[in-house]
Nanobody, 117 residues
Framework: QVQLVESGGGLVQAGGSLRLSCAAS????????MAWYRQAPGKQRELVAD???????NYADAVKGRFTISRDNAKNTSYLQMNSLKPEDTAVYYC???????????WGKGTLVTVPS
């Protein structure tokens, strides 16, 4: 059974930092592309950052220079370091694992990040 469990969300003041973690089980983690998405109230889910199995990374323009995605294949965990947080970063953050070419696509249940204005 595949599980993706996010942790690390919470309430943080503007300008602060948080590190989100996504612990994966039930998959061969090193083969998967990992990503973080977010969904703010009343908005569609959007890609925040992704990291493929070769450690190539990609970021949404809104978070470039502030967020860093990484992965630790030995721990089956991906991370999202979020610095200089802004109120517009408030959202539920979801972890995603995708295996190219076979249609395997898994989601965590999300963790809430709140940055009050």
């Amino acid at each position: 059974q595949v599980q993706l469990v996010e942790s690390g969300g919470g309430l943080v003041q503007a300008g602060g930092s948080l590190r989100l973690s996504c612990a994966a089980s039930g998959i061969i983690f090193r083969f998967y592309d990992m990503a973080w998405y977010r969904q703010a109230p009343g908005k569609q889910r959007e890609l925040v950052a992704d990291i493929d199995r070769s450690d190539s990374v990609n970021y949404a323009d809104a978070v470039k220079g502030r967020f860093t995605i990484s992965r630790d294949n030995a721990k089956n965990t991906s991370y999202l370091q979020m610095n200089s947080l802004k109120p517009e970063d408030t959202a539920v953050y979801y972890c995603n694992a995708r295996l190219r070419g076979v249609g395997a696509d898994y989601w965590g249940k999300g963790t809430l990040v709140t940055v009050p204005s």
